[in-house]
């Protein structure tokens, strides 16, 4: 059995995944206080301005690794989103309820209206955080130039994050987002991708086809997919529908402009 399709079977049985984190776990504390003892006897032999007690230890385990690991989806998007808003230069950007790491860099460099269902107390430069729905957004028809909304649509409707119970909740906000986007504008929309499916109340996962028939006043200027695994290597441009279908939890980057 190959590494990724290991990997991908343990993801199916959460209590195999369970019990293989536990013996895991506790073999790296039984490291951590290995080290602690090598380490106070070191600190005694030499010089410190603070000496080692096991009362205010801190372990963290698992960092150990041969390489920096991170999550593919959160990293990868914001970087894809930020390059295309380095290229268009909009003088304002509005956002809805994308990660707060992407709103807070790109706003050193473009004003960013940052709106989400539950607002966020983040004060910067160049940065305001409002309340809003995104089933009903407060822009006028055709009114936002540039406009993003990553990783938010799929949750819509599921109840997740305190917002009502509707299987259509998807549909509806991008066509909210659809509406408000200016002629000459563009959306930066981001969703999980691959084999449709909803995994309720986390989110859906939809194919790339499903996406721009729900955004068919739109044109579609790129497409990216992100694949899930360290295995499916960088992000791919323009990846056709064959390549997202082999995806169980692919992230799939659009950029949308409204024809002028």
Same mark, same amino acid.
């Given at each position: 059995?190959?590494?990724?399709?290991?990997?991908?079977?343990?993801?199916?049985? *959460?209590?195999?995944?369970?019990?293989?984190?536990?013996?895991?776990? /506790?073999?790296?504390?039984?490291?951590?206080?290995?080290?602690?003892?090598?380490?106070?006897?070191?600190?005694?032999?030499?010089?410190?301005?603070? *000496? *080692?007690?096991?009362?205010?230890?801190? *372990?963290?385990?698992?960092?150990?690794?041969? /390489?920096?690991?991170?999550?593919?989806?959160?990293?990868?998007?914001? /970087?894809?989103?930020?390059?295309?808003? /380095?290229?268009?230069?909009?003088?304002?950007?509005?956002?809805?309820?994308?990660?707060?790491?992407?709103v807070s860099l790109v706003s050193a460099f473009v004003p960013v209206k940052f709106y989400d269902y539950r607002p966020a107390d983040l004060r910067l430069s160049n940065l305001t955080c409002e309340k809003a729905d995104l089933l009903a957004l407060p822009f006028e028809d055709q009114s936002v130039h540039s406009l993003s909304c990553m990783h938010v649509v799929e949750h819509v409707g599921l109840g997740r994050y305190g917002d009502s119970l509707d299987p259509d909740g998807d549909v509806k906000a991008m066509r909210e987002l659809q509406r408000v986007l200016a002629l000459g504008g563009s959306l930066l929309f981001v969703v999980p991708v691959g084999r449709p499916c909803i995994r309720f109340n986390a989110h859906r996962i939809y194919s790339s086809d499903q996406i721009s028939r729900c955004f068919s006043e739109l044109r579609l200027e790129e497409f990216t997919l992100i694949p899930e695994l360290a295995e499916g290597g960088p992000p791919i441009r323009d990846a056709g529908d064959d390549r997202v279908e082999q995806e169980d939890y692919g992230c799939g980057c659009f950029w949308f402009k409204k024809p002028a």
């Open positions: 059995m190959s590494r990724s399709s290991f990997k991908k079977l343990v993801k199916r049985l *959460p209590l195999a995944r369970l019990l293989f984190g536990g013996v895991k776990r /506790a073999h790296l504390y039984v490291e951590f206080i290995s080290d602690f003892l090598r380490f106070r006897n070191l600190a005694k032999r030499n010089v410190t301005f603070m *000496p *080692p007690t096991w009362r205010q230890r801190y *372990p963290c385990l698992g960092d150990r690794t041969l /390489a920096t690991n991170f999550d593919r989806h959160y990293i990868y998007h914001p /970087a894809w989103a930020a390059r295309i808003l /380095a290229q268009i230069g909009p003088e304002l950007h509005i956002d809805i309820s994308s990660s707060l790491h992407f």
